[in-house]
C-alpha cells in the first residue's frame, strides 16, 4: 500500500478524483494533494512536512487556552468555538486573523463519501473548498504549498469543536485516553501498489492502481488503546505533525477548565 498520489491524479479510480475534489484533502483546479497523500518518494514531501513542523513548533499562548476555555464555560457554539480555535492552530501560517466567512465555509467541504452523492452537497462543497484555496493563494507566501494550510483550516473548522466537547465532557480522564477511545479522525485511505489478499483478509486480491483501502484508524485506536493510530496508523512513522501540539494544548486546556491557570504557569512550548 501506499499513499493515494504515489499514482498521478489521472490515472486514480474515477470515484476518487470524483470525491476528494469536493474535500479538504485535494486542489482539482491547481492538481495539490493534502502532504500525507503524497508518497515519501515525492522529493516536494519532506520539506513540506519540515515546513509544517517548523509552524506547529510556534506552539501558543496561555491567552488562546484561556480563551477557548472560557467559550467552553459559556457553552459557545460549534462555530464560534471553531472559529477562534482555526486563529490558534493556523495564525501561524497567516501572521493575521482569519476571516470568519473562510471558516464558515470550510464546514461545508465534503467529509463523507454518502455526502459526495447529493448533488447539492457535493457543489457546496466544491465551492468552499475553491473559496479557502483562493483565500489561501492571496494570502500565504509564493513557496507555501496552500493546500497543506488549507487543509489544516478545514480540519479544524470540522473536528475541534467535537473534540473540544468531548474534553470537557471527561475532565477527570487522560489526554490520551479520551482521544484514543475517540479519535477525531476515523479512518485514512491507502492505494494498492501490489496485488495481494493480505494473507486471505480479503476474498479477491487487491488491484494495483485501482484497489483503496480505508483504514479504520479510530477503531484501531479504540480497540487497541493505542493513541499512535489516532495520529498515524500505528507507529511513529508520518505520524501527524500535529500530534504534540493538539495533546499539549488538550492537556493544559483541562487543567484550565478545572483548576484555572495559575499565576506563571507556563503553557505550551512557546
Known amino acids: ?12 479510480p474515477w470515484w476518487v478524483k470524483f470525491y476528494f475534489s469536493a474535500t479538504k484533502f485535494h486542489d482539482r ?13 515525492d522529493p516536494s514531501y519532506y520539506p513540506r512536512r519540515a515546513y509544517l513542523e517548523e509552524k506547529v513548533a510556534l506552539s501558543y499562548s496561555r491567552e488562546d487556552v484561556q480563551k477557548i476555555a472560557e467559550l467552553l464555560r459559556r457553552n459557545a457554539s460549534d462555530e464560534v468555538l471553531a ?25 461545508d467541504t465534503v467529509q463523507k463519501f454518502t455526502e459526495a452523492l447529493l448533488p447539492w452537497k457535493y457543489i457546496r462543497g466544491q465551492k468552499a473548498q475553491q473559496k479557502i484555496m483562493a483565500y489561501c493563494e492571496h494570502s500565504l507566501p509564493q513557496d507555501v504549498h496552500i493546500l497543506d494550510v488549507g487543509h489544516n483550516i478545514g480540519e479544524v473548522v470540522q473536528a475541534t469543536a467535537g473534540a473540544l466537547r468531548r474534553l470537557k465532557d471527561n475532565l477527570d480522564e487522560p489526554i490520551e485516553q479520551t482521544f484514543t477511545t475517540h479519535a477525531p479522525t476515523p479512518q485514512v ?28 484508524i479510530g477503531k484501531a485506536a479504540a480497540t487497541t488503546h493505542d493513541i499512535a493510530f489516532t495520529f498515524g ?16 494544548f488538550m492537556s493544559d486546556l483541562q487543567q484550565e477548565l478545572k483548576h484555572g491557570a495559575s499565576e506563571g504557569q507556563t503553557v505550551g512550548r512557546g
Open 233 to 248: 496508523t500505528g507507529s511513529s512513522e508520518r505520524e501527524c505533525v500535529f500530534k504534540d501540539f493538539f495533546l499539549q
Open 29 to 41: 483546479q491547481r492538481d495539490l494533494w493534502f502532504c500525507p497523500f503524497e508518497s515519501t518518494a
Open 189 to 216: 485511505p491507502r492505494i494498492a501498489i501490489k496485488s495481494s489478499t493480505f494473507d486471505g483478509m480479503l476474498r479477491s486480491p487487491t488491484t494495483p492502481r485501482k484497489t483503496v483501502l480505508l483504514f479504520m
Open 83 to 107: 472559529h477562534e480555535m482555526v486563529q490558534v492552530v493556523n495564525r501561524r501560517f497567516f501572521d493575521t486573523e482569519i476571516p470568519s466567512e473562510i471558516t464558515h465555509a470550510a464546514k
Open 1 to 12: 500500500m501506499d499513499r493515494l498520489h504515489s499514482y498521478d491524479t489521472a490515472s486514480l
